[in-house]
């Protein structure tokens, strides 16, 4: 079995784990990190108990996340939009087509190098 850290305010689909566990070649173990992230820094502790970690993050985390994960893949869950079939009327009288999201895998982020320019 291996342990895989979550950090999202989300459960974890049986769809995701079910892929997560073919990813990982094994069976997993979640520890979920549902809190809101002020800082990475707040998963150091958790690191040492755990093979990889899957995150739902703001790009920008999850590059200053990347030197703290070592040797631990860091993953994330990739999904597809699909039409549901039904339209959404909105309040201004528009309607739009409606769309479900459905799991379509995991990725690795092998490298990940981010250069922002403040525009204020």
């Known amino acids: 079995m291996k342990k895989v850290l979550w950090v999202s305010r989300h459960q974890m689909t049986p769809e995701q784990l079910a892929d997560l566990e073919r990813v990982m070649q094994d069976q997993v173990e979640l520890l ?19 093979q990889a970690i899957a995150v739902v993050l703001p790009l920008e985390m999850v590059a200053q996340l990347m030197p703290l994960a070592g040797d631990r893949p860091v993953l994330q869950s ?43």
């Open 78 to 120: 990739v999904s597809r939009r699909i039409p549901s079939g039904r339209m959404l009327h909105l309040a201004d009288g528009r309607a739009e087509e409606e769309f479900v999201f459905e799991h379509n895998g995991w990725q690795q982020i092998v490298h990940l190098q981010l250069q922002l320019k403040l525009l204020s």
């Open 32 to 50: 979920q990190y549902k809190d809101t992230l002020k800082t990475v820094d707040e998963l150091k502790p958790l690191l040492p108990q755990v």
